[in-house]
T-cell receptor, first 112, second 115 residues
Framework: GNSVTQMEGPVTLSEEAFLTINCTYT??????LFWYVQYPGEGLQLLLK?????DKGSNKGFEATYRKETTSFHLEKGSVQVSDSAVYFC???????????FGDGTTLTVKP | DAGITQSPRHKVTETGTPVTLRCHQT?????MYWYRQDPGHGLRLIHY???????DKGEVSDGYSVSRSKTEDFLLTLESATSSQTSVYFC??????????????FGEGSRLTVL
């Protein structure tokens, strides 16, 4: 079956630090890969996505590259802000599948 | 943003009572989903729908039922609530019109407490 493994949290960083949240996956076929973010008290929202190998998704200074050879989709940001404090979920969906598969989420706290 | 409204946003109920959560969307998305979110468990899929009257079970469907009589509404029912169903419930939708790689759009969640 399909699965997503995320770096365990929580992660605490100082403002302007470099962020990496690791995500690896197992899937049949060629999935689309997603990062969702959940701010406190809110629902999840799409942060970025990539639909094929070597694609790079980017948004709000965050980036992730679809690495088929290592089955990974690590999330990075060069300089985090306090406002980036949230829970980050890595997810995949195989084409023509009704369901998505989510990782367990990684809680990021950024301190001033 | 897809217009997704969940109601009620907060509910406290007693063990053994029935509870219905409603998800309403204004985007005409074909797929709709119900998830629950609990500490240490991430997001878990309860049920989903791929069209009017077409539904399927997720990984934690026991104790829950769903109905979808209109494209825009997806109801989640707990026939007899238990304390283990205390959780935050999220509705999500997915558009299949233009892309088969579409992301999910989430509502803001419904916090249910079963005493």
């Amino acid at each position: 079956g399909n699965s997503v493994t995320q770096m365990e949290g929580p992660v605490t960083l100082s403002e302007e630090a470099f962020l990496t949240i690791n995500c690896t996956y197992t899937a049949t076929g060629y999935p689309s890969l997603f990062w969702y973010v959940q701010y406190p008290g809110e629902g999840l929202q799409l942060l970025l996505k990539a639909t094929k190998a070597d694609d790079k998704g980017s948004n709000k200074g965050f980036e992730a590259t679809y690495r088929k050879e290592t089955t990974s989709f690590h999330l990075e940001k060069g300089s985090v802000q306090v406002s980036d404090s949230a829970v980050y979920f890595c997810a995949l969906r195989v084409p023509n599948a009704g369901k998505s598969t989510f990782g367990d989420g990684t809680t990021l706290t950024v301190k001033p | 943003d897809a217009g997704i409204t969940q109601s009620p946003r907060h509910k406290v109920t007693e063990t053994g009572t029935p509870v219905t959560l409603r998800c309403h969307q204004t985007e005409n998305h074909r797929y709709m989903y119900w998830y629950r979110q609990d500490p240490g468990h991430g997001l878990r899929l309860i049920h989903y729908s791929y069209g009017v009257k077409d539904t399927d079970k997720g990984e934690v469907s026991d104790g829950y039922s769903v109905s979808r009589s209109k494209t825009e509404d997806f109801l989640l029912t707990l026939e007899s609530a238990t304390s283990s169903q205390t959780s935050v419930y999220f509705c999500a939708t997915r558009d299949t019109t233009y892309s088969n790689t579409g992301e999910l759009f989430f509502g803001e969640g419904s916090r249910l407490t079963v005493l």
